[in-house]
């Protein structure tokens, strides 16, 4: 009683004098309350009432004679912390009862689910709930599941995190694969085309078709289909620098080279119809001085590029479900849409020329072709970016590759329609 009474002066004192409180807590943290039956009352560290419940079995030696035996204990603390305990060797079951009874009103939540408490309803209630993505539980009657780390990545029965596989687009991938053979047949296709025009050097419409920037945008095409080569396999410091790099500046020496070959139709043709000064620019090559310019050009944006924000190896954990991806980050978005956004400007203004003068007459009707390949070319890199912001990992990467193949094929089916034109 004496007990009892100095809990109730504890409140008195919370409230009267807050200080004296907080010295003699210590003190009163330590008081045990025993009720009317004689049982002790615990606390909690908050000073919550443990509530505690006995599990008895009765013997019974005869009609008049019974023995109480404790064999548990449920102790209730909150919701989310309880206890039952039970001791099975101090039970006797009967012969036709072999099983433990359950100590909640539902069965317990396996590995993979967590535990919900139904609202309104008593606590021995509860759903199981599969635990979401990304989230494992490994116990029984888990309060909460528990997230796995970036690097690992949930079973299907979400009761364990497995680590992921490493992956990338490789010369292994059926996809890495096909890009990398496409890539070579073009490139065999390349030399094959560059090898007729060498063969034929000396006919007379090679020369007027200006046989030094033919070898130069045949040569260029056939880096272009190198360069898809950086893009596959795992990537390093060095590839992902020259895959960008090398991308900029060879098909920078394309476009230059067609837009260089579209001038020179140009004033071969006004020959025709002008004077001394048109004839002395012809022969002087001053239009070969767009592609040295135009790759300057390309070269000082790649600088800047590179010596900003370049091109680094990055971790892709979020495309795939089971893997890692390793992938190389561009670096500067804005660097990398600067490069493109130059490479459809020159393209643009070489697709401009060549159709204004696609109609000249049939001796000089390769501007038809530069008309066409050009169109191509926007064609494939306009419908690049939208898909190429739209896909992640290496999707993203063989989109990329796709379409250095696609519009570099464009530029080499004109060369071949072209010759194959010219030379039958």
């Given at each position: ?411 080499l089916g004109c060369i071949f329609f072209l010759s194959a034109t010219l030379f039958s």
């Amino acid at each position: 009683m004496a007990s009892f009474n100095l809990l109730l002066g504890s409140i008195s004192l919370k409230k009267l004098f807050p200080a004296l409180h907080s010295e003699l807590h210590p003190f009163l943290r330590k008081i045990k309350v025993i009720n009317a039956a004689g049982d002790e009352i615990s606390f909690d560290e908050k000073k919550n009432i443990m509530e505690t419940y006995d599990i008895q079995k009765f013997i019974s030696y005869s009609k008049q004679n019974l023995l109480i035996l404790k064999v548990g204990e449920f102790v209730f603390k909150s919701p989310q912390d309880q206890g039952f305990f039970i001791n099975e060797v101090l039970i006797q079951w009967p012969s036709n009862f072999n099983q433990t009874p359950q100590s909640v009103c539902t069965q317990s939540c396996g590995p993979g689910f967590w535990k919900v408490l139904q609202e309104e309803r008593p606590i021995c209630y509860f759903s199981c709930v599969f635990c979401p993505e990304w989230h494992i539980s490994n116990q029984t009657d888990q309060q909460e599941c528990s997230v796995c780390l970036s690097q690992d990545y949930p079973n299907p029965e979400r009761n364990q995190c497995l680590p992921k596989a490493v992956t990338f687009l490789s010369f292994e991938d059926p996809l890495g694969m096909a890009l990398a053979c496409t890539a070579l047949f073009f490139s065999v296709s390349t030399f094959i085309v560059l090898g007729i025009f060498l063969k034929h050097r000396e006919s007379a419409i090679v020369k007027a078709n200006n046989k030094t920037l033919s070898y130069i945008l045949l040569i260029s095409i056939l880096l272009c289909f190198f360069c898809s080569f950086f893009f596959i396999g795992r990537p390093n410091t060095v590839s992902c620098i020259l895959q960008q790099i090398t991308f900029a500046l060879v098909f920078t020496l394309a476009i230059s080279t067609v837009l260089a070959k579209t001038i020179t139709v140009i004033l071969a043709f006004r020959i025709m119809k002008s004077g001394r000064t048109m004839r002395r620019l012809f022969v002087s090559g001053i239009y070969n001085a767009v592609i040295p310019i135009c790759v300057l050009i390309q070269l000082i944006l790649s600088g800047v590029w590179l010596g900003t924000s370049p091109p680094y190896i990055d971790i892709d954990v979020h495309s795939e479900h089971a893997h890692v991806i390793i992938l190389c980050n561009k670096g500067s978005a804005t660097a990398f849409y600067c490069v493109l956004a130059y490479l459809g400007t020159l393209a643009l203004g070489s697709f401009t020329v060549a159709f204004l003068v696609r109609n000249l007459p049939d001796t000089f009707n390769e501007a038809k072709f530069l008309t066409f390949s050009m169109l191509v070319f926007l064609s494939v890199w306009v419908t690049f970016i939208p898909v190429y912001q739209s896909t992640k990992g290496k999707a993203m990467v063989a989109v990329e590759v796709f379409s250095i193949l696609a519009s570099s094929a464009g530029l080499l089916g004109c060369i071949f329609f072209l010759s194959a034109t010219l030379f039958s």
